[in-house]
Every structure is written in structure tokens, then in C-alpha cells.
């Protein structure tokens, strides 16, 4: 079974530019989660989607942040215009409501992150 | 607002020691992950505690929960330099039904030879 996948692995780009970043989640897996860590801090929850539905974005920074799941399929979250502290490595998880190896309903799966730099 | 404080944030340790990180958590949770994280690698899912006084264990790693504390431990039993990783532990807030994860800010562990 493909894990969680996600393209980039690596973004630099620089402040003022846009970024959009991809995540495909498990086949089957109507949650998705987007989280992020910067500068070394804690990973902090940016949204969950239920399939195409935003469940929860109490975590979004800001609204030069903008998430989408079209289809409830794969999703994308595009940061227009970025700055400099936006910095970080995104992850995106993905997790079905009866389903997880350890913990059953809603175990999430981590995908690899990608990791953008913004200069 | 949910909290999670891991301690210590670095560890080194040498080869066949013994050592705990801890997990505090300020609300009441459904359930407490622990995380590792490879430096080249994402985050897996080591353990799932659910309960007070469950305790799991997987090789050299043993997790275990004290709800009435807030208060979850990885007790790393003769490490090994396979061991280095970052460790996190996540919390889900009590009554979240889909999961949303609160991380502590992870602890480095470094093994030497």
C-alpha cells in the first residue's frame, strides 16, 4: 500500500513569491491533515479536510495560506505571497475513520514533508 | 487551549544506558502518540496510549500513560545508536473526534558509541 506521498520534497523560493504544495494521501483515506514546522518548533496543526470539506482550520496562520481538497482526492496548499517566516517543513497526514495499525479510527499516516525555504 | 511540554528537548546518551522522556499534557486527552521522526525520514507511529496505566512496549522502547497526571513517559531501556531520532509525543484533546494532533516540541536523541 503507497503511503502518504508529497511534491515537493524541497521549495526555496523567495519572499513576495508564491508556492503550492501537494499531498496525496493514502488511497481510501477521506481525512487530511496539513501541519507544519518552524524553525525547530513543535509541529503545529494547520487544517483538516473531510474528504472535499474543510473540517477545522483553526490552524491556518493566515489568509496568505490557502488550502484545497477538490474532489476530496489529493490536496494543495498554495502560500501567496510568502515571507520569510513562513519557512518550514509542511506535512501532510491522511486517515480513515475505521481504520490504523496501531490505534484504529483516525491514526494518521505522515507523509515526508516538504521542506521550503523562503529567502 | 491544549499543551504539551516534552522533556528533556536534547538527549545524549551512551550505548547501553537506560533513560525516560517525558510527556505533560494540560487538558484532558483521548488518546497520546509517540512519534519518531529519522532525520531523512517522516514521522512513524510508535505507540498509541488510550488508557490510564497502559503501557506499551516495542523492542528497546517502552511508553506508558498516567492520565490522572497528565503525564505520559518513553523509557528507553539500553540504547542503541539505531535509537537516535527525534521523539515526539502528540496529544488528541478530549471529546476530538477526528484527531486533530497537539505535538510536544520533540526530543533529540543522540546515542553514542
Known amino acids: 500500500e503507497a503511503g502518504v506521498t508529497q511534491f515537493p520534497s524541497h521549495s526555496v523560493i523567495e519572499k513576495g513569491q508564491t508556492v503550492t504544495l501537494r499531498c496525496d494521501p493514502i488511497?481510501?483515506?477521506?481525512?487530511l491533515y496539513w501541519y507544519r514546522r518552524v524553525m525547530g518548533k513543535e509541529i503545529k496543526f494547520l487544517l483538516h479536510?473531510?474528504?472535499?470539506?474543510?473540517?477545522?482550520e483553526s490552524g491556518m496562520p493566515n489568509n496568505r495560506f490557502l488550502a484545497e481538497r477538490t474532489g476530496g482526492t489529493y490536496s494543495t496548499l498554495k502560500v501567496q505571497p510568502a515571507e520569510l517566516e513562513d519557512s518550514g517543513v509542511y506535512f501532510c497526514?491522511?486517515?480513515?475513520?475505521?481504520?490504523?495499525?496501531?490505534?484504529?479510527?483516525?491514526?494518521?499516516?505522515f507523509g515526508p514533508g516538504t521542506r521550503l525555504t523562503v529567502t | 487551549e491544549l499543551k504539551v511540554e516534552q522533556n528533556p528537548l536534547f538527549l545524549s546518551m551512551q550505548e547501553e544506558k537506560n533513560y525516560t522522556i517525558y510527556c505533560n499534557y494540560s487538558?484532558?486527552?483521548?488518546?497520546l502518540y509517540w512519534y519518531r521522526q529519522d532525520p531523512v525520514k517522516s514521522l512513524e507511529s510508535l505507540f498509541v496510549?488510550?488508557?490510564?496505566?497502559a503501557v506499551k512496549q516495542e523492542g528497546r522502547l517502552m511508553a506508558s500513560l498516567d492520565t490522572k497526571a497528565r503525564l505520559s513517559t518513553l523509557h528507553i531501556t539500553a540504547a542503541v545508536h539505531d535509537l537516535s531520532a527525534t521523539y515526539f509525543c502528540?496529544?488528541?484533546?478530549?471529546?476530538?473526534?477526528?484527531?486533530?494532533?497537539?505535538f510536544g516540541q520533540g526530543t533529540i536523541l543522540t546515542v553514542h558509541p
Open positions: 487538558t484532558t486527552s483521548d488518546r
Open positions: 496510549l488510550l488508557s490510564n496505566g
Open positions: 502528540a496529544v488528541v484533546a478530549g471529546g476530538t473526534s477526528y484527531g486533530k494532533l497537539t
Open positions: 488511497s481510501g483515506h477521506d481525512n
Open positions: 497526514a491522511s486517515s480513515h475513520p475505521t481504520g490504523g495499525r496501531l490505534a484504529g479510527p483516525y491514526e494518521q499516516y
Open positions: 479536510f473531510v474528504k472535499e470539506s474543510k473540517q477545522d
